[in-house]
């Protein structure tokens, strides 16, 4: 009698889980692009008029993004603020996962630039 090496039935078939081959992970290049958008920002301004009938703003959008661009900080510049916490705290007693967290953290706080920024009035 044919006892299949006492292998359980359908051990020696290639679907077993034991008979499967893993294929390995490859590394791509991959762009990334976000598009974050953050309301109701105040921007403070002096190029406007003033009358009994409001305000006209007289910024436009490239004058506002100025504006907000030196009153706030951009990702990137609070990507490299990041950075220098991370620096920082890799100096110091960490546990090797959170190291190793921290790293990974550290990579991809790196190559972020800003393609684009609207700034639109919204109201006073």
């Known amino acids: 009698m044919y006892d299949n090496y006492n292998y359980p039935p359908g051990a020696d078939t290639p679907e077993a889980p034991w008979n499967q081959v893993e294929i390995p992970n490859i590394e791509v290049m991959c762009d990334i692009s976000v598009w974050l958008t953050k309301q109701s920002v105040p921007v403070q301004t002096n190029n406007y008029t ?9 910024a436009d959008c490239d004058e506002l993004a100025e504006e907000c661009q ?22 110091g007693k960490v ?16 190559g972020w630039q800003t393609e684009n920024i609207e700034i639109e009035d919204r109201y006073f």
């Open 95 to 110: 546990s090797v996962t959170r190291k190793y967290r921290l790293q990974d953290m550290l990579k991809d706080c790196t």
């Open 50 to 58: 003033s009358d009994e009938d409001g305000i006209d703003l007289l």
């Open 70 to 91: 030196s009153q706030h900080y951009s990702i990137p510049e609070m990507l490299n603020e990041l950075q220098m916490y991370i620096n920082h705290e890799l100096k």
